[in-house]
C-alpha cells in the first residue's frame, strides 16, 4: 500500500513557475514508477509526465515538454514537478500516482493515486 499527498500547487501569473511535491509513505516507493496527470474542469483527465523507479527516465506530454521537469528523491520518498513558464491552459488539478509498470502513460496502469492539488495559472 502506498499513499502519496501532493502540495505546492497555487495561483501564478502565466509566466511564473510552480513545484510540486508528491510525498510517499511506504517503504517500497523505489518500486514504484511515478506519474503526474492533471485534469481541467469539464475536461477528461489527462498524462502529464513519468518516471522510471530509479528516476533515470521520463518522459512527457508534448504540451508540458521544455516547461515541466519530472525528479525524484527515494530517500525522501519524494517526486518533484518543476513547472516553469505556466500557461493558462496548464490550469488543473495535479494528481500523482505510482504504478508497478516500468513507466506508462496510461492512466488505468496506476494502482495509487493523491488527492491532488489546485494549479491556477491567471492570463
Known amino acids: 500500500q502506498v499513499q502519496l499527498v501532493e502540495s505546492g500547487g497555487g495561483l501564478v501569473q502565466a509566466g511564473g513557475s510552480l513545484r510540486l511535491s508528491c510525498a510517499a509513505s511506504g517503504r517500497t516507493f523505489s518500486s514504484y514508477a511515478m506519474g503526474w496527470f492533471r485534469q481541467a474542469p469539464g475536461k477528461e483527465r489527462e498524462f502529464v509526465t513519468a518516471?522510471?523507479?530509479?528516476?533515470?527516465?521520463?518522459f512527457y506530454a508534448g504540451s508540458v515538454k521544455g516547461r515541466f521537469t519530472f525528479s525524484r528523491d527515494n530517500a525522501k520518498n519524494t517526486v518533484y514537478l518543476q513547472m516553469n513558464s505556466l500557461k493558462p491552459e496548464d490550469t488543473a488539478v495535479y494528481y500523482c500516482a505510482a504504478t508497478g509498470a516500468v513507466i506508462t502513460g496510461n492512466a488505468d496502469r496506476y494502482d495509487y493515486w493523491g488527492q491532488g492539488t489546485q494549479v491556477t495559472v491567471s492570463a
Open positions: 518516471i522510471t523507479r530509479s528516476g533515470g527516465s521520463t
